[in-house]
């Protein structure tokens, strides 16, 4: 997410390795250190499919490439559109790239695990992106997620670009939920900007979010623990139902 004490050996010494390292600047800049001789792609965030095949051609010629990503690159990053492009393609010399896909700390678990364990429970993630599926299935599936009293975590919350989704997702989820249910906002988790807290599903306005924001929408059991300083533990109890004994 941000923290270089977050990022897994693995994608440490993959990235020590690498000879070419392809990436949104940002991101690149977070994957660092690097050494001089290792050549940076950086490119805008939207180009991922060209990206990814800009890698597959990298590696077929031989070279040690790096495609990064923040957080878990298979949450909604380049692990599936590096997957993408090799579906779309019958090149043997990119089927033959010796591909591997290493596992980060997603935003959500940064953030729950910061706050105490909101995610302690079934949960699920969601993207309220629209740019690449229908707003309707968004909302079924959010209709779904509350009916089940799953906690939620909601990736891509909002944007300039996308400035209604998260207040037509709360309406509806206000439908199903009192206004009591805990919400946690994690903004650039990881990272020296990151402000993290919590407030209620009624208090929570769209203002309080933006793109650098992972929401988490507790389940009816989610619950805080005041601490001495004045801040909260968030958690959800591992049991549903009645409380064992
Ligand atoms: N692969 C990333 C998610 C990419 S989608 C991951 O696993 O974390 C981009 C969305 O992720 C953002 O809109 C935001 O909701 C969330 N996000 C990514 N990094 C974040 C961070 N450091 N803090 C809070 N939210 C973050």
Request: hydrophobic share 40%; proline share 7%; glycine share 8%.
């Amino acid at each position: 997410p941000g923290d270089a004490t977050m990022m897994v050996p693995a994608v440490r010494r993959e990235i020590d390795q690498a000879q070419d390292i392809l990436g949104y600047e940002t991101y690149v800049k977070m994957a660092g250190p690097l050494r001089p001789e290792q050549i940076v792609h950086g490119t805008d965030n939207r180009e991922e499919l060209a990206r990814a095949r800009h890698g597959f051609e990298l590696a077929a010629s031989g070279r040690s490439v790096v495609i990064v990503s923040s957080g878990d690159p298979g949450v909604f990053a380049m692990a599936a559109a590096v997957l993408e492009a090799l579906d779309d393609t019958d090149k043997p010399e990119w089927h033959g790239v010796e591909l591997v896909i290493l596992p980060g700390v997603s935003a959500a678990m940064a953030a729950a695990a910061k706050i105490g364990a909101p995610l302690g429970h079934d949960f699920c993630i969601i993207s309220l992106s629209d740019n690449l599926k229908p707003w309707a299935t968004i909302l079924d599936r959010l209709r779904h997620a509350a009916e089940g009293d799953f906690a939620m975590a909601f990736y891509n919350p909002i944007s300039k670009a996308r400035p209604w989704q998260l207040g037509e997702a709360l309406d509806l989820l206000r439908q199903y939920r009192s206004p009591e249910t805990l919400v946690v906002l994690g903004r650039d988790v990881g990272r020296p900007t990151e402000r993290l807290g919590h407030t209620t599903l009624g208090e929570l306005t769209i203002d309080m979010v933006d793109s650098r924001t992972v929401v988490i929408v507790g389940s009816s059991l989610t619950r805080a623990i005041a601490k001495p300083d004045g801040t909260a533990w968030v958690y959800t109890p591992r049991w549903y139902g009645t409380k064992p004994a």
